[in-house]
């Protein structure tokens, strides 16, 4: 039996609509791939990089003793290094290190006696060794400390996740990018109560929830990526007090991806050993974006 030309459109008609729903299926289900990927990565670096942290110790000028002694300006966990280890010495912006005899003190897998250190500006920082801790310069402005973390630290170990809002690909927004005339230097402040000086490139306009809005990125240290440091009306209530960080590719074709999924808590949510920018003013958003990492407190 012949089908007529009205059923054969309806069939064809029906066919089309199953594919258009298998396909936006199958891309949903690799957006949600994706974003379960960026969760379980996000996890991983919070466990290698911040919860390990045991201490942050600011230099002064001069000679700065380590080790577990109560007395040492830079202190470390008993148990974990000898009483006296070495002396942190800082000379007009020159950091050094000398191991004592019998420390362990190590770099690179050569024993420590003296040596000069890099800081993390250089992007390179020298990391000593001693037994379980690992320690390395952090400079911020003029101002040099120690950070000390914990490799076999029981915090990292015993950390049982993140929560986040339900994925939701409406929070994955393409906004127009508004480049200055030239690159700005903004005073970013810092939860040390001070500021840094970073560039901001222009700025992004979009629309979430049915609101305008805009977001000032900032460079850091490829200038293909943009940094940005936000607050919206879910902070301090499911997000994180002093706003969240979202990292974007740069503008391509004047447009910006903004995917809120993979906005999350600062470092300094997580340690008090982290030296966390703050938002600037331009970057408190007026709408509340329930996408990404929440926050429950845990420091």
Known sequence: MLLSRHWIGILLFGCTACLFAADTAQKDSRYQAEIMKWRQQRVASLKENWLPLVGLFWL????????????????LPRGKAPEQAGIFVLQKGVVSVKGLPGSNLISGGKPVTEMKLKSDVTGYPTILELGDLRMHVIQ????????????NSERAREFTGLTF???????????????????KKLAIPTVLGESVEM?????VEFTVNGTKARLTPLIEDDPQEYFFIMKDLTSGKETYPAGRFLYAHASKDGKVTLDFNKAFTPPCGYTP???????PRDNYLQVAITAGEKYAGHH
């Not at 002064?60 to 202190?75: C, M």
């Not at 560039?199 to 700025?203: D, H, L, T």
Request: with cysteine.
């Open 60 to 75: 002064k000028e001069g000679n700065n003793q380590f080790g577990s002694n109560a007395n040492d300006p830079v202190l």
């Open 140 to 151: 911020r402005n003029e101002r040099f400390g120690i950070r000390v973390k914990d490799t």
């Open 165 to 183: 809002f339900p994925i939701q690909e409406s929070y994955r927004v393409v906004g127009k990018f508004v480049p200055f005339e030239t690159p």
């Open 199 to 203: 560039e901001s490139p222009g700025y």
């Open 273 to 279: 050993y982290a030296t966390c920018p703050l938002p």
